[in-house]
């Protein structure tokens, strides 16, 4: 079974940053993408930041690009998301997301049905 917990998230000035980590129950290092989304009320949820493990190709949303950076820890079956110069806008709860299976080209969009596993998320609150 593959459980994936979130941790990471809090309350932070604009213009500060926090980093949110996913630690994964299994391995799904040997192939597949892994993705932090976001939901904020009265809105849909949104694809941040994705990637695929076994290349490391990366995908970010325009909103994010040059502020939030996505790694991955194999050691640790962990990934993270250093988020940078962060705005009122950024505020949702973000959820970690995988799916064993997926893999992306570098420029391809991801979507939230390409995904099979989500955690409980993480509030992230950005105040002015």
């Known amino acids: 079974r593959v459980y994936l917990v979130e941790s990471g998230g809090g309350s932070v000035q604009a213009g500060g940053s926090l980093r949110l980590s996913c630690a994964a129950s299994?391995?799904?290092?040997?192939?597949?993408?892994m993705a932090w989304f976001r939901q904020a009320p009265g809105k849909e949820r949104e694809a941040v930041a994705a990637i695929y493990i076994a290349l490391g190709i990366t995908y970010y949303a325009d909103s994010v690009k040059g502020r939030f950076a996505i790694s991955q820890d194999n050691a640790k079956n962990t990934v993270y998301l250093q988020m940078n110069n962060l705005k009122p806008e950024d505020t949702a709860m973000y959820y970690c997301?995988?799916?064993?299976?997926?893999?992306?080209?570098?420029?391809?969009?991801?979507?939230?049905?390409?995904?099979?596993?989500w955690g409980q998320g993480t509030q992230v609150t950005v105040f002015s």
């Open positions: 299994d391995n799904t290092y040997s192939g597949g993408s």
């Open positions: 997301a995988e799916n064993e299976a997926l893999a992306f080209s570098a420029g391809a969009k991801v979507a939230a049905s390409d995904f099979r596993r």
